[in-house]
């Protein structure tokens, strides 16, 4: 693995509780070392709504920053249980979580044919990351991921 490649991004709330484990998830499934964590209160709804163009705008920017400096290639956007900052359910917040937004920055930063990798995921109750899924029907869950652990 070359030196740029190291990297990977979350983008999620500021709540504490749940940077580790999101930390921890992408460094096991994408071999990075790093991981930069762009966090806002509620950072879901604000990507969401797309009206407060100051904070989209840091958001933005903080890409550029982990893409373009850092190399990174896998965004996670991740909403979690019993957010201050995005107080509603979570069915609400599956649906909320705005992956078109994030891929849009990424084309509007010239980012679009890097190949960057995004994933959406639900951090809940034990503040675990569950991948988030859309099943054919449309119908939105997420899934506890799973990891293999490999001998050293
Ligand atoms: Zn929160």
Request: aromatic share 6%; charged share 25%; glycine share 8%.
């Given at each position: 693995?070359?030196?740029?490649?190291?990297?990977?991004?979350?983008?999620?709330?500021?709540?504490?509780?749940?940077t580790?484990?999101?930390r921890?998830?992408?460094?096991?499934?994408?071999?990075?070392?790093?991981?930069?964590?762009?966090?806002?209160p509620g950072?879901?709804?604000?990507l969401?709504?797309?009206i407060?163009?100051?904070?989209?705008?840091?958001?933005?920017?903080?890409?550029?920053?982990?893409?373009?400096?850092?190399?990174?290639?896998?965004?996670?956007?991740?909403a979690?249980?019993?957010?201050?900052?995005?107080?509603?359910?979570?069915?609400k917040q599956?649906?909320?979580?705005?992956?078109?937004?994030?891929?849009?920055?990424?084309?509007?930063?010239g980012?679009?044919?890097?190949?960057i990798?995004?994933?959406l995921?639900?951090?809940?109750?034990c503040?675990?990351?569950?991948e988030?899924?859309?099943?054919?029907?449309?119908?939105?869950?997420s899934?506890?991921?799973?990891?293999?652990?490999?001998?050293?």
């Open positions: 693995m070359d030196g740029l490649k190291t990297y990977a991004t979350a983008i999620l709330c500021m709540d504490g509780a749940y580790g484990g999101v921890k998830n992408m460094k096991r499934r994408y071999g990075v070392e790093y991981v930069d964590i762009i966090p806002q950072i879901v709804k604000i969401a709504e797309s407060n163009l100051p904070r989209l705008e840091l958001i933005k920017e903080m890409i550029n920053i982990s893409v373009g400096g850092h190399g990174s290639r896998a965004i996670a956007i991740a979690h249980h019993n957010c201050l900052g995005n107080p509603i359910p979570k069915e599956l649906k909320q979580l705005p992956r078109k937004t994030v891929e849009k920055m990424i084309k509007d930063l980012f679009d044919q890097l190949g990798k995004t994933t995921l639900w951090l809940n109750e503040h675990l990351p569950e988030v899924h859309i099943s054919p029907n449309g119908r939105i869950f899934r506890e991921l799973v990891f293999i652990e490999k001998p050293d």
